[in-house]
């Protein structure tokens, strides 16, 4: 199988300006594809050997966002997020972040190790926390949370 699924990044950068409160949203979207077509959860995909294969889940853990201004100061935007995709096979997180030239954004996928190796009950007094145990993305016989699930 050389290729099951890509997914794709776009990146709205300038969502809205609020020049009074002087941030700017930036928005990631994310789109699954397959052979340059748009891909939804629960459709079969059919490999060139002829398997058929449903993706039914995808989320991952999207750490340290950083935004890089023109004068390469770093703004970091989150340290860490859950994406999801929907059943169209589509998500998107966004950030609020000053305003700013940024010529670059870097970013990593997993959980940082600090937050990885923490107790999660930690997390589970913020609602909403990608870390939160409502998730059900910490393996408790691994001690430790899955970056992606598929």
Request: aromatic content about 14%; glycine content about 6%; charged content about 20%.
């Amino acid at each position: 199988m050389k290729k099951l699924l890509m997914f794709s990044i776009i990146i709205a950068s300038l969502s809205s300006c609020d020049k009074t409160k002087h941030k700017v949203e930036y928005k990631f979207d994310f789109k699954l594809t397959n052979a340059g077509a748009d891909y939804a959860l629960d459709n079969f995909y059919t490999t060139s050997e002829g398997v058929d294969v449903k993706l039914e889940s995808l989320r991952f853990y999207l750490a340290h966002v950083i935004f890089i201004n023109d004068d390469n100061e770093e703004v970091t935007a989150t340290d860490i997020e859950l994406i999801t995709f929907g059943s169209s096979g589509t998500a998107s997180v966004s950030f609020e972040i000053p305003v700013d030239n940024y010529s670059k954004i870097q970013f990593g996928i997993g959980v940082p190790a600090a937050m990885n190796e923490a107790d999660p009950a930690t997390y589970n007094t913020t609602a909403g926390h990608p870390l939160n145990g409502t998730n059900n993305t910490y393996w408790g016989w691994a001690a430790m949370y899955r970056f992606v699930i598929i």
